[in-house]
C-alpha cells in the first residue's frame, strides 16, 4: 500500500514534516511509544508495520529489540538510520523520462511484499504509485550499483529533479513520509503555492545537513 491519506493519518505527517532541527533530545509533546506507551523524544526511532505499511513511533529501548534481523517475526521492521547524498548518481534525462515518474520528485523502494522495486511520487492528496518498468530500473541499478544495497521495505532512493534540481540520497523511508507530509501539510491551490515551496527547500537543506556523502562509505 502507498503511504497516504489513508494509510497514514494526517496528524502523523504533519508531525514528520513539521519536526524541527536540533532538538533531537527535546521531548516531543503527546507522543508516546507506541509500543510500551513511554514518552519519546524528537529524534525517536520508527518501525514500520509491513502489512499496512504503517509507520510507528518506538522509544529507544523498544527499538533496540527489533534492532537484528529477524526480530520482527515478519511484521516489523526497524526503519534504519543512514542517509547518504549521491554525489556521482548517474541518471540522464532520458533515463529519468522511462522511468514514467510524471512529476519531478519521487522515491523508490524494494517491497519484499509486491517482490518488486515501487515507485511512489508525493502530491497534495499524498503518495501515488507510478507504473515503474523493470527493465529501466535494472538499468539505472547497473549505473549506480548503491542500489543494490537497498534495505527491503525501509530504505528508499530519494529524487529531487524540482526546479532544476538534480539530487538523489539513500534514506530511510520515514524521510519519504515526511516529505509527502511536508507537501500534503502546505499545499495550496493548484500550483503548491509560495510556502510549500519554502518547506521543500527547507527539508533539503536539513536532509542535506544530516546525511553523509556516499563516497564516505555506507
Known amino acids: 500500500m502507498a503511504p497516504t491519506a489513508g494509510t497514514l ?22 507522543e508516546r511509544c507506541e ?4 514518552p519519546i523524544t524528537r529524534s525517536h526511532r520508527h518501525l514500520l508495520e509491513l502489512s499496512s505499511r504503517e509507520l510507528l513511533c518506538t522509544c529507544r529501548p523498544c527499538s533496540l529489540l527489533f534492532d537484528r534481523g529477524g526480530s520482527g517475526a515478519g511484521r516489523y521492521k526497524l526503519v534504519p538510520e543512514r542517509r547518504l547524498r549521491l ?18 520528485m519521487a522515491f ?3 517491497s519484499s511484499d509486491a517482490e518488486r522495486v515501487l515507485a511512489y511520487y508525493p502530491g497534495p492528496m499524498g503518495a501515488t504509485e507510478s507504473q515503474l518498468e523493470l527493465r529501466s530500473w535494472q538499468d539505472l541499478e547497473r549505473r ?14 530519494l529524487v529531487n529533479r524540482a526546479r532544476g ?5 539513500l534514506v530511510p523511508l520515514d524521510e519519504c513520509y515526511a516529505l509527502v507530509g ?8 493548484l ?8 518547506q521543500l527547500e527547507r527539508f533539503f537543506d536539513e536532509l542535506d545537513s544530516r546525511a553523509r556523502s556516499a563516497t564516505e562509505g555506507s
Open 144 to 157: 549506480n550499483p548503491i542500489l543494490a544495497g537497498l534495505d527491503s521495505d525501509v530504505e528508499a532512493l
Open 87 to 104: 554525489e556521482s548518481f548517474s541518471m540522464s534525462d532520458q533515463a529519468w523520462e522511462e522511468l514514467r515518474i510524471p512529476v519531478d
Open 165 to 169: 534540481a538534480d539530487r538523489q540520497w
Open 191 to 198: 500550483t503548491g503555492g509560495r510556502e510549500v515551496w519554502q
Open 35 to 38: 509500543l510500551c506507551n513511554t
Open 182 to 189: 511536508v507537501i500534503r501539510t502546505h499545499w495550496r491551490g
Open 9 to 30: 493519518a494526517n496528524s502523523r505527517l504533519r508531525r514528520l514534516a513539521q519536526r524541527p532541527a536540533g532538538e533531537g533530545m527535546a521531548a516531543a509533546p503527546d
Open 108 to 110: 523508490f523502494f524494494r
